[in-house]
């Protein structure tokens, strides 16, 4: 989380400074960053972590209104739902 984190700071910088372009490119670098992470961390099962980056991507969605992060956000928790039912359902624990 911490590299997104230099992705939202030079966002919310760049919109300070009224600079559209280069705010564009680092609202994509921030989405990204968080979707990429994200999907690694559901990859490897470590969804305790992947829901703290979770949280983090809801509040920035939020907070600087970008649709496109929620939506990948939502396709993310349907498939964190869908692991740990299937752990439920084998009897598994998963990785904290």
Same mark, same amino acid.
């Given at each position: 989380?911490?590299? %997104?984190? &230099?992705?939202? *700071?030079?966002? &919310?910088? /760049?919109?300070?400074?009224? *600079?559209? @372009?280069? /705010?564009?490119?680092?609202?994509?670098?921030?989405?990204? %960053?968080? @979707?990429?992470?994200?999907? *690694?961390?559901?990859?490897?099962?470590?969804?305790?972590? /992947?829901?703290?980056?979770?949280?983090?991507?809801?509040?920035? /969605?939020?907070?600087? *209104?970008?649709?496109?992060?929620?939506?990948?956000?939502?396709?993310?928790?349907?498939?964190?739902? &869908?692991?740990?039912?299937?752990?439920? &359902?084998?009897?598994?624990?998963?990785?904290?």
């Amino acid at each position: 989380m911490p590299k %997104c984190n &230099r992705w939202e *700071n030079l966002y &919310r910088l /760049a919109l300070e400074q009224g *600079n559209e @372009v280069k /705010a564009l490119e680092f609202r994509e670098k921030l989405v990204e %960053c968080i @979707v990429y992470s994200l999907w *690694n961390l559901v990859r490897e099962k470590e969804l305790t972590e /992947a829901e703290s980056l979770f949280r983090y991507g809801m509040e920035v /969605a939020k907070k600087y *209104n970008i649709p496109e992060l929620e939506f990948h956000l939502g396709l993310i928790q349907d498939e964190i739902n &869908r692991i740990r039912e299937v752990y439920r &359902r084998i009897g598994r624990g998963e990785k904290v």
